[in-house]
Structure formats: C-alpha cells, structure tokens
C-alpha cells in the first residue's frame, strides 16, 4: 500500500524536502528583493518606471545566453563559448543581412542557427570527442573571438539601413507604453524554455544526466545524442542574443563579447542552479540576471565605479556558490 | 516451477586482457524462481551477469532465451528481450523523482502533436507509478521530492521497482541490500518474492549466506570462472555453500 501523506508526522519531512529543493531559488529573490529595496532607499532616481524598465532592457542579453547555459550546467557541463560566441553571432548577423542583404526574417532565422551550429560542435566536442566541457568551450570562446574579427574585417558592421533590425530590440510593440520588445523577447524564451526544461524529454534528460550520467545511460538513454541536442540547442540562446545585443546597439560589434560567459554563468549559479549537474530552474536563472543588471543598475546610479561593481559581483557569485556547496553537505 | 531453464548460459568464456574471468561457465536461470549466484570476491559473478544483461560480449560460448540462441549487444538489447538488471549504486538519479527515476528512458508521452514534440504525460506516469509501487509493496512517504531525501531502503526499493516493472523474463540483482537496515531489507527481500510469484526468474547476487538461504530456491556457485557446485535451498546448509565457495565441495548436480 502506497502512503502519500503530503503532512508527514515524522518531522514534517515532505514539507522540509521540498523547501530545501527551493531554497536557493528563495534565497535568490529574497536577496534580488533587498537589493531593490536598499537601491530605493539609498537613491531617489532608482524606484521609478523609467529605472525598472531600463533594469528589465539590461537583463536581455545576459538573460538569454543564461536561459541556454542553464539547460548546459543542469546536465553537469559549462559553456564558455557563449560570450564571443555572442559576438560572433552579432556578426554573422550583419553579414546576413547587412552584406548579403538577405530578407530581415532569414538573416534572423540563420543567425539563431548559426549561434546552434555553433552549439552543436560545442556538444559534438563533449559528447563524442570526450573532450571536457571546460576545455572543448575554452577553445570555442576563442575561435569565435577570432572568426568575429576576421569575419567583420575588425570594423563594426552598422545596420543604419535597417530600421526594423534595431525595432526588435527598442521598440514598442504595444503602442503608447514605454516597454521595450526586448523584453517581450525575454518572457517569450524564458516562457518557452521554463516549458521545455520542465514538461519534455529534452529537459528530463538534461536533469537526468546531470543528476546520474551513468544510470541515464544504463537505462537505455543514448548519453550522447542528449548531450549534443543540450549544447545545440544552447547555441540557438547565443544565435539570439547575438541578434539582440546588435539590434540595441544599432551594430554588430566584433570585440564587445569577452566577459558576459561569466556574467551569464554567474545568473545561473545565483538562482540556484547546481554546477555540479542535476539541479536548477529557467526561474532561478531569470531571478539571478534579475540581481546582476539591478546590481550594476544600482551602483551605477549611486556612482560606484565600474571597477568596484565587479568587485561587488565577484563577492555575490562567491556567496552563491558556498550556499550551493553548504546545501549539498546538508542533503 | 518449469524444469527448462528460462535463461541459460552455456560454457561462456571471458578474458580481460590476459585475465581469464569466465572459464566456460554454465548457468541457468528458471521462471518463478529465485537462484542466487554466490562465490568469492573474482569468482567471475558480476562478469557473467554483464554478459548475461548485454553490459559485456563474451569471447565463447551461448546464452539461450526460452532455449533459443540470443546475442546481447546491449543493455537496451537485452532489455528489449526482458531482461532487467538492478546495478548496485548507480541505480537511480537522485534529483528526480520516483515516478521519473521509474519512467527513465521510458517516458510516456502526451498524445497528439504535442506528444509527438515530446512533450511529457507526467500525471499518467505519476499514476501508473504509484500504482506499480502498490503492487510491488513499495511504501513511499511522497512521491514528489527528489529521490536523492529518500531513505537508503526506499532508494533500494524504487531501484529494484524500476527494473521489475519493465522485466518480462528476468531479473538480475547485484546485491540488492547491501548497505540496507534490518527493515529495509525485509523489504527488497518482499519485493523480490513477489517478482517472482509473478513468474519472473530473478537472479540474485549476494554475499550473505542466510539471506540466499532464505530467499533462493536454487544456488548457483562460482569459483574462479567456473561452476562449481548448484544445490536446492531446501536441502542444503550453510555449510555446503561455503564449503562450494572455498573448493572443499564439489557437487555439480543436486538439483
């Protein structure tokens, strides 16, 4: 006879396992909540609609290279090809439509491929190869660091003649309210993926491999294959965020990709996510982008050098990372 | 009980480089029985149940199913014949839960186009599971959490569950409670007699001799590649195992 008692007697087990599973995830918007309170407090320019709608636009690009590096480190891997990967995608994108004059639509479509293209070598590295995720993405972040500036000549590409390009990014798709379509963007992917992580096969393999490779490939699971579709399916974040950072800034910039890998690898790790495989939600991630662009937000407007924020960001990423561990010696 | 060995093994031989682990080893494995394969650390047990759950090719000799000849390239081979096998410790990925540990590699999906995107029917799966662990007397606290909060004896048991869910022929288990309490292995042990009151062979490896005694109905002893020695439960002591697994018996044919 089964017995599910959801109020267990003994110590009230259930309830505590499922607090604990969702810890680091309340922690993470417990801390994105103090951080938002001290910022109002300490400067009258942060709580405004003007302020939090410029939070959400800065979120954009680190939240989608994080959305597709969460399905990565869920399965125990680490990408950090994802940042020149950017750039290099940023790129490809001005020479499909910029150089090649391609249709608007097209040059979106094969700039998101390309950044899966990219992926997909990424997982073809790791998955057949064998070569550690660490070492197979180091060599991808710099071969896409080079191709972008080989590819662009070391010269931006403007898309000054493409007004619909930078419209994906500025504009406003409800008419009268100042709400940026990169935004919408953001819900739509984080919607999309939060559904895919959660309800399909690709995502229970992502957690499961994550969670116990070699039982994942005892039950008949073909590690391999997973593995590349996790990291080819990433790629399609950094194809996205390529097109999203270029249309902000009106270009393709071939240098401007180095750092964000950290930066998107932090969000992940901030909401909850376990580097070492097996644990982690589209939520957490969305929340720990959420506490680095308030974050940079905040000690922007209250004056604090650019050299002390990451000062600041470096120390949260610490703590991050040491719940993560305390919560792993407990379970 | 059926006198024909479901699955037999028939004078396999395996080497790992120049170490000689199976030296034409036989063995059978018989519907609604439980034989326990014992012997000493190296006598070849876990090399002949690789071979026997398609985790390893011998280098010689046959295995028949239902006494047709088969060629287990695969564990997912072998599982497509029914064989299932319970892998001491790496048996379940502790961040999931029960039900998807249950459904690994085998998932149901949503009907339609959606099912088709491989989108998952979660609530079928979480029914048909709480349902599988009723009939096999699994009792889990909550089926929600990650498996990884539960006790070592659940764990076992959600392990040992999971093969014999899927097993239409037979089941083999690599020291199925080690590790485990008093209760817990009541427990697996309960688990394994129902499986095969179900008609299942189980294979049951293990080190502890009261225990086989008192599960098995056949013992199959290895020594050094080979067997030495296969007895009925109800007519042998504790004795003649170890004496079997030592080499002081030999006694090929009492059943």
Redesign the interface.
């Known amino acids: 006879m089964v017995t599910t008692r959801e109020k267990s007697g003994v110590a009230g087990r259930p309830v505590g396992a499922v607090v604990k599973g969702r810890l680091q995830q309340l922690l993470a918007f417990a801390s994105l909540i103090v951080i938002f309170a001290f910022f109002s407090v300490a400067s009258p320019f942060f709580f405004t609609y003007g302020n939090f709608t410029a939070i959400l636009f800065s979120t954009v690009v680190i939240g989608t290279l994080a959305i597709g590096t969460t399905f990565v480190i869920i399965t125990g891997g680490i990408d950090l090809s994802i940042g020149t990967g950017m750039a290099l995608c940023a790129v490809m994108s001005g020479v499909f439509i910029v150089n090649l004059d391609l249709p608007l639509a097209v040059g979106l479509v094969a700039t998101v491929l390309f950044g899966g293209l990219m992926g997909l070598v990424n997982g073809i590295n790791i998955a057949l190869l064998k070569i550690p995720p660490f070492i197979a993405t180091l060599a991808m972040m710099l071969v896409a660091e080079g191709l972008a500036l080989v590819v662009s000549g070391s010269a931006p590409i403007y898309f000054s003649e493409e007004p619909a390009y930078t419209k994906i990014s500025t504009g406003n798709l409800i008419p009268g309210v100042d709400f940026p379509n990169a935004v919408i963007v953001l819900i739509v992917v984080a919607v999309i993926a939060g559904v895919l992580l959660t309800k399909t096969v690709l995502g229970r393999y992502t957690y499961s491999i994550g969670s116990n490779e070699e039982a994942t490939a005892l039950s008949g699971i073909d590690v391999r294959k997973w593995k590349i579709a996790v990291y080819a399916f990433a790629g399609l974040f950094i194809g996205l965020a390529g097109i999203m950072i270029s249309a902000r800034l009106g270009s393709a910039q071939p240098a401007t990709g180095m750092g964000y890998e950290l930066q998107a690898i932090a969000a992940v790790v901030i909401g909850g996510t376990s580097l070492s495989g097996g644990k982690g939600s589209i939520v957490g991630t969305l929340i720990g982008a959420l506490i680095i662009s308030t974050l940079n937000n905040g000690l922007q407007i209250m004056s604090i050098p650019q050299e002390w924020q990451n000062v600041i960001l470096g120390c949260v990423i610490l703590v991050a990372v040491y719940t993560d561990i305390l919560r792993k010696k407990e379970a | 009980m059926s006198e024909q060995g479901l699955l037999e093994a028939r004078d396999l031989v395996k080497h790992y480089g120049s170490v000689e682990a199976l030296r034409g080893v036989s063995f059978e494995a018989r519907a609604g029985e439980v034989t326990a394969l014992i012997g000493d650390n190296g006598a070849g047990k876990s090399t002949l149940v690789k071979c026997l759950s398609g985790a390893e090719q011998p280098d010689s000799g046959s295995i028949l199913l239902d006494g047709r000849p088969v060629t287990l390239e695969s ?2 081979a072998a ?1 497509g014949l029914g064989i299932e ?1 319970v ?1 001491q410790d ?7 839960d029960p039900a ?1 540990n249950l459904f ?4 149901i ?1 949503r009907k339609g186009l959606l099912g088709k ?4 029917d ?1 609530a079928e799966m979480r029914r048909r599971a ?1 349902a599988e ?2 009939r096999l ?10 498996i ?2 539960l006790s070592g004896g659940q764990r076992q048991s959600v392990a040992v569950a999971r093969s014999v869910v899927w097993a239409s022929k037979v089941v083999f288990m690599d020291e199925p409670t080690a590790a485990l309490g008093v209760v817990q292995r009541e427990r697996v042990l309960d688990v394994i007699r129902r499986v095969r009151d179900e008609g299942i062979a189980v294979v049951l490896i293990s080190h502890n001799m009261p225990e086989v005694l008192s599960v098995a109905d056949r013992v199959e002893v290895l020594r050094l590649g080979e067997r030495v020695a296969s007895f009925t439960t109800t007519d042998t002591t504790l004795e003649d195992l170890v004496g079997a697994m030592t080499g002081a018996l030999t006694k090929e044919d009492a059943s």
Request: charged share 15%; hydrophobic share 40%.
């Open positions: 564990p997912t599982r096998t892998y790496l048996a379940v990925a502790p961040e999931l998807a690994l590699g085998r998932e999906h995107l491989g989108m998952l979660k709480v662990f009723a007397g699994v009792t889990l606290q909550n089926t929600d959490v990650p990884g909060s």
